[in-house]
């Protein structure tokens, strides 16, 4: 057997004059409007002008690549590199069997079968196929989160990105993962004072799941919080959700509310979490330690 890791994220554009193919892509090429794109631009404007989610995910691919001995290809969901690419150039490089690892620990059917369909479509039984579907309790990835909250002398909150409450209906275990992974954190880092919230949710018209962090914020306020660490646990890496859904709009609303507001900072490619990823592929998949 010779394995490669496709590592798979989201993705971002690479400029502002990406923003509306990239958005199209999100759609599966329907129309997006003019507001809608000018809207996101000014988001990225804010945030620099590019999301570091590219740089941030090449670094974990090469940490990976060292920790584990093995080829690690990066493919994005909706931008540059594909997923297609990152399998072609494994199969290229004589893989036959491909781990899939997406930097999201939570699974739901609306996210994380995404890119299990597209890795697939993409192998075309070329080569097998090990998919890694959740790691939301692996103990690297919860040890790692709980030191970066250890000792926080504020109320914690965990957050991840909001998905349409219908998936409660189809028993999506998406909320529920989460939760778990919250509390499990919280035991681990030994926090009095912890809730959880959603962010990031879209304009859809249909109900999404809560509380949203500003809401979450406002309870907070009225409970008399004064301070707020915001940990983001469905978010491994930094990028426009993390930049401009907290950096920017949370800490907007909590300077309304006379609330200090803090995040930890984000995994992206620190050696500790990255020997954690290794370990999963090799407890997953039996990949030996080359150590």
Not at 31 to 47: F, G, H, K, N, Q
Not at 174 to 192: C, F, K, N, V
């Amino acid at each position: 057997m010779k394995p490669a890791v496709v590592l798979m994220a989201y993705g971002s554009p690479s400029d502002l004059a990406d923003i509306r193919p990239y958005l199209e892509d999100i759609r599966s090429g329907r129309p997006v409007s003019d507001e809608a794109v000018e809207e996101l631009t000014e988001r990225y404007r804010r945030i620099g002008g590019r999301s570091p989610l590219e740089d941030v995910t090449e670094g974990t691919r090469a940490g990976l690549e060292r920790e584990l001995g093995l080829p690690v290809y990066v493919g994005m969901k909706h931008w540059e590199p594909r997923i297609a690419e990152a399998v072609d150039r494994a199969v290229a490089g004589g893989a036959d069997q491909i781990i899939g690892l997406v930097l999201a620990p939570h699974y739901s059917k609306l996210s994380i079968d995404g890119y299990r369909e597209r890795l697939e479509d993409a192998l075309g039984g070329r080569a097998g196929l090990r998919f890694i579907e959740s790691w939301h309790v692996h103990e690297p990835y919860l040890a790692v989160l709980a030191d970066h909250v250890r000792g926080a002398d504020a109320h914690v909150v965990f957050t991840a990105h909001s998905l349409p409450a219908r998936i409660l209906d189809m028993g999506d275990p998406y909320r529920d993962q989460l939760l778990e992974t919250s509390g499990l954190i919280a035991e681990r880092a030994g926090l009095d004072s912890w809730s959880f919230a959603f962010q990031s949710a879209s304009a859809t018209g249909e109900p999404w799941l809560g509380p949203d962090i500003l809401e979450e914020l406002d309870s907070l306020h009225e409970r008399g919080v004064e301070s707020v660490l915001v940990c983001p646990i469905g978010f491994v890496s930094d990028h426009l959700e993390i930049l401009w859904d907290i950096d920017v709009e949370a800490r907007e609303r909590a300077a309304e509310l006379g609330l200090e507001l803090d995040r930890i900072e984000s995994l992206n490619d620190d050696p500790a979490f990255v020997r954690g990823l290794a370990e999963l592929c090799r407890e997953v998949v039996g990949v030996p330690s080359t150590s």
